[in-house]
C-alpha cells in the first residue's frame, strides 16, 4: 500500500462505548467504518425478546489513511487503541473486510435460528473457512 492510500483496521473500543466510539468516528472526513453485528433471541423476564448486539464486542473496523488520521484515533471519544501486530497497528486483509461486508444489510449477521449445541458436528459453508468441519464445544 503506498502513503496516502485508505486502509482497514481493528479498533478497540473502551468498555461499552462501541456505539459511541463509531459515531465520533464517523465525524471525521476520510473515515470508513464497519460495525459487524449479531441479532439473536434472548431469554427475558417477559420471555424470548430479540436483540441485536456487535458480533465483536468491543471492537469495531475503519478504513482511513494513517498518515492523514492515525493521531485523531488516540484521541477519539470511546476509542482505547488501534489493534497492533509486532507493535504496529496491523492491516486487516481485504478478504476478511469483504466477509464482514457479505453479512447482509447493516452488516447485520442473522442467528435467530436455534444455534447448535456442545457436541454437535458442523461443517462451514461460506467464508474464510469454508468446507471446514468442527465440534461445538460451547
Same mark, same amino acid.
Given at each position: 500500500m503506498s502513503? &496516502? *492510500?485508505a486502509r482497514w483496521f481493528c479498533v478497540r473500543c473502551k468498555p461499552r462505548q !462501541? +456505539? !459511541? #466510539?463509531?459515531g465520533q468516528l464517523a465525524t471525521l472526513e476520510g473515515v470508513e467504518l464497519l460495525l459487524p453485528r449479531v441479532r439473536r433471541r434472548r431469554k427475558g423476564k417477559d420471555g424470548? +425478546? *430479540?436483540v441485536t #448486539? %456487535? @458480533?465483536? %464486542? &468491543?471492537? @469495531?473496523f475503519a478504513a482511513f489513511d494513517p498518515a492523514e488520521l492515525g493521531a485523531a484515533f488516540g484521541h477519539t471519544r470511546g476509542v482505547l487503541h488501534l489493534v497492533r501486530k509486532s507493535g504496529q #497497528? &496491523?492491516? !486487516? *486483509?481485504p478478504k476478511v473486510v469483504a466477509e464482514l461486508r457479505a453479512l447482509g444489510p447493516g452488516g447485520v449477521l442473522d442467528a435467530l435460528e436455534p444455534l447448535p449445541g456442545p457436541g454437535q458436528r458442523i461443517r462451514v459453508l461460506r467464508g474464510l473457512f469454508e468446507g471446514e468441519? &468442527? *465440534?461445538v464445544v460451547r
Open positions: 502513503p &496516502g *492510500e !462501541v +456505539r !459511541v #466510539a463509531a424470548p +425478546r *430479540e #448486539a %456487535p @458480533l465483536f %464486542p &468491543g471492537y @469495531l #497497528a &496491523g492491516d !486487516v *486483509e468441519q &468442527g *465440534e
